[in-house]
Structure formats: structure tokens, C-alpha cells
């Protein structure tokens, strides 16, 4: 369940800013960490990015890696909405869509580091037991059946 829920954050946050990666920009802009040649790099690939977990997360394809690779992802988000509370900036995180300059009195930064906390438990979890039953890993290196223990 930890794999697929993962995977569905993933996926419905990689899908909504690869729909608008105009907005993405703005997103990932209005934070005001990078210059503006790598806020483009980073707007552009980061949708992309989210796709290819949710997508190797739901086959169950290198869990553990993948779980690492999205915990280093969720860190860094969870770093740049922390930097954006402690300098006082007024944004909407951007991430599930949407994103930029708010109003002072509408950021929810408390909530989405809480959230990506969550997250970010979810991603450990997988790096600990990354197998189970129903994933390509499982099956590669579990005989068919999830390892004593990884379930």
C-alpha cells in the first residue's frame, strides 16, 4: 500500500504540472533560490521526474532506489517550502499545481511540510521493505512470493 499510495502522490502531482508547465515556472520561480536559466531546467524536468516514480513505483521496479531517489526528492521540497516560510515569502507551494505569490495571510506552510513529511515516511518505509507480492521486484528476486519480511 506504501508503494502505491507513493506512486499515486506521484503521479496525480507529476500529471497536474505537466499540464501547465507555464504555471510550473512560476512555481518553481517564486520560491527565488535559482537563477532564472535553472528555474526553467527545473520547472521542465521536476513533472517528468514525478511520472517516471509513480510509474516505476506502481510496476515495483528498483522500490528501494526509487524510494531513496523520492525521499531525496521530498527533502528538497520540504527544504525549499521551509526556506520560503523562514524569508517570509508569501507563496503557494505549487505542489499539486497552481503555485506562486499569495496573499500574506494564505500561505499553509505548517500543513505541506506536514504533508511531505508523509511523504516522506511513505518513501522510508519502501527503502526498508521495498518488495512485496504484486511488484516486478518481488517477483525478480522473491521467487514469485514477497521476501520473509517485506510484505
Not at 3 to 15: C, H, K, P, Y
Not at 33 to 46: F, I, K, R, T
Not at 53 to 73: D, M, Q
Request: one cysteine or more; charged letters at 10%; proline letters at 3%.
Amino acid at each position: 500500500m506504501a508503494r502505491l499510495g507513493l506512486a499515486a502522490v506521484w503521479f496525480v502531482s507529476g500529471a497536474i504540472k505537466a499540464s501547465d508547465l507555464n504555471q510550473t515556472y512560476i512555481a518553481v520561480h517564486a520560491y527565488d533560490v535559482l537563477p532564472n536559466g535553472v528555474v526553467s531546467v527545473v520547472a521542465s524536468v521536476v513533472p517528468f521526474l514525478e511520472l517516471a516514480l509513480g510509474l516505476f513505483l506502481v510496476l515495483g521496479i528498483g522500490t528501494r532506489l526509487v524510494a531513496l531517489l523520492s525521499a531525496v526528492v521530498l527533502l528538497a521540497f520540504i527544504a525549499a517550502i521551509a526556506q520560503a516560510w523562514a524569508r517570509g515569502l508569501a507563496i503557494d507551494c505549487g505542489c499539486f499545481g497552481g503555485g506562486g505569490q499569495v496573499a500574506p495571510g494564505q500561505t499553509d506552510y505548517l500543513q505541506e511540510i506536514a504533508r511531505d513529511v508523509g511523504f516522506l515516511v511513505l518513501a522510508g518505509w519502501l527503502v526498508v521493505r521495498p518488495r512485496s507480492l504484486l511488484s516486478m521486484d518481488g517477483w525478480l528476486f522473491g521467487g514469485g512470493r514477497a521476501v520473509a519480511g517485506e510484505e
